[in-house]
């Protein structure tokens, strides 16, 4: 049967009047119209202007777009925001390098690793750009188009809201499971794996997150918010981990009395993420007992800072996730890490 629904819009009507208006002469299209055919879809959203612009760029970091700025009709339209805020995020970790070299903290910053961490996050982004993120909205749609229980309005500021929170809810999710689940903790693990914490971590990614990390957010598929929404909230709760992986920022309580505390009952903030992340020294401190209540995957990395992961952790990235696909890592977990690395 044909299918005569457009996402929430039923189209019979329209085909109806068209067989009655075939005989008329075409009317004068709109500029408006003219530009909707000639660019393949709906125009442009005219909410988000001077998306190339430094204030842009700076808001993105910190999730600060207004409303009307998250406003797009179709995926197509969607900017690639990493590419928006990356100036900003390129300048406030050369200003935080400076910072730690001025105070002595110099141990917190290398270049070399530095150098990795991006090299890690640039070919991350590149897998992510041409596999996995057309994978991943491939299946959103799907499920989107075929299993929605409603029908949310991508320029409503109940929609915003709802992603806002909906998008963080399933990334908390994701990222719990990546550090309970062995298997996804293997490719969590190359995050975790910098001695150095600052804002150059925050590229350290590996690609092979991205397989596990989809399924996470099909829910908000099902709820009915528009992949268009989605994609854009997913890119900035993504850029806005960026600061927070930040070893210059103290806590805001000890900046702004009052309204520190209360930013930060709400708000992810550096010193939280310090805290999740145990800087200095990620891999070693990150996992004491009286810090997190974290499960065997973690536990054993921290034996492993004794052995053969602590040779890997730093200049091999790669090579330490290997170590986490190894199956004598079984074995080590199994008798409590007394086998020989």
């Known amino acids: 049967m044909p299918r005569y629904k457009t996402g929430c819009v039923d189209i019979r009507p329209l085909l ?105 996050g640039g ?24 299993w929605r229980l409603s029908c949310l309005a991508w320029d409503s500021l109940y929609t915003y809201f709802l992603s806002l929170l909906g998008v963080e809810f399933c ?27 600052n804002m150059t971590v925050t590229a350290r990614t590996s690609w092979t997150m991205r397989p596990f990390k989809w399924i996470f957010f099909l829910p908000l598929a099902f709820l009915g918010l528009p992949p268009s929404v989605f994609l854009m909230h997913q890119q900035l709760s993504y850029i806005y ?31 939280h993420h310090r805290v999740h992340h145990g800087a200095k020294g990620t891999a070693r401190q990150e996992l004491r007992p009286d810090v997190h209540h974290l499960r065997p995957p973690l536990r054993h990395l921290c034996r492993g800072a004794r052995g053969r992961a602590a040779r890997l952790r730093d200049a091999q990235p790669d090579r330490e996730q290997q170590h986490h696909y190894d199956p004598r890592l079984a074995l080590d977990r199994r008798f409590g890490g007394r086998r020989r690395a």
Request: charged share 15%; proline share 6%; hydrophobic share 45%.
């Open 16 to 120: 109806i009047r068209q067989t009655h208006l075939q005989a008329l002469p075409p009317p004068a299209l709109s500029t408006d119209f003219t530009l909707e055919i000639e660019s393949g879809g709906p125009a442009m959203n005219s909410s988000a202007p001077g998306t190339s612009s430094w204030s842009y760029s700076l808001r993105a970091n910190f999730y600060a777009l207004t409303p009307a700025e998250t406003y797009y009709e179709v995926v197509w339209q969607v900017p690639n925001m990493v590419s928006k805020a990356l100036p900003v995020m390129i300048l406030m970790s050369l200003m935080e390098a400076v910072i730690l070299k001025l105070t002595n903290r110099k141990d917190n910053w290398r270049l070399h690793i530095a150098v990795l961490n991006y090299s890690s």
């Open 123 to 146: 070919l991350s982004e590149a897998l992510n750009n041409f596999v996995f993120r057309g994978a991943e909205l491939s299946a959103y749609i799907w499920v989107y188009d075929n």
């Open 171 to 197: 990334f908390y999710w994701w990222h719990r499971a990546s550090h309970e689940t062995a298997l996804m903790w293997a490719a969590h693990s190359t995050h975790h794996s910098s001695e150095d914490f």
């Open 241 to 271: 981990a960026g600061w927070t992986h930040n070893e210059t920022v103290p806590k805001l309580s000890k900046v702004i009395p009052v309204l520190g505390h209360a930013i930060e009952f709400v708000f992810q903030t550096p010193s």
